[in-house]
């Protein structure tokens, strides 16, 4: 029987954090992660672990410069402690584009946010890669 070959691949997971401190420009669209464009992406979520404390509305879409929203079909309330996987379809086994810039942006009403605080997370693999890295 032969033996099937390959090289070994480990998920690598890209992280970015969102805070008060690191949103310059609540209205500007913010670049937060370059994931390879030949990843193969396995998963993703947003975890609001502080609430943030916009007098109003604060909500994120996830996405990239040929669409916006590619990770959140439905923008997530920042406002709220909670995890919000991110949209399945973009987020399983699916090539990610050429655009390889995770971008950030924000729908926010009232006085800006002084406390909060969230993390996003982007696992993948990359193709003929050894341990997942090119």
């Not at 050429?98 to 696992?123: L, N, W």
Request: glycine share 8%; aromatic share 8%; with cysteine.
């Amino acid at each position: 029987m032969a033996r099937a070959t390959g090289s070994l691949q480990f998920p690598c997971v890209a992280t970015a954090e969102i805070t008060p401190e690191k949103v310059k420009d609540w209205a500007a669209v913010q670049k937060l992660l370059t994931i390879p464009n030949d990843a193969l992406l396995l998963w993703g979520y947003i975890q609001v672990i502080t609430a943030f404390d916009d007098s109003s509305t604060l909500t994120i879409d996830i996405g990239h410069g040929g669409d916006p929203n590619y990770f959140t079909a439905v923008p997530v309330n920042l406002k709220a402690a909670a995890v919000t996987a991110l949209d399945a379809a973009a987020a399983d086994g699916v090539q990610f584009p050429v655009t390889s810039e995770v971008q950030v942006s924000f729908a926010a009403a009232g006085a800006d946010s002084a406390v909060g605080k969230a993390v996003i997370y982007i696992a993948y693999v990359r193709p003929n890669s050894a341990h997942g890295v090119g």
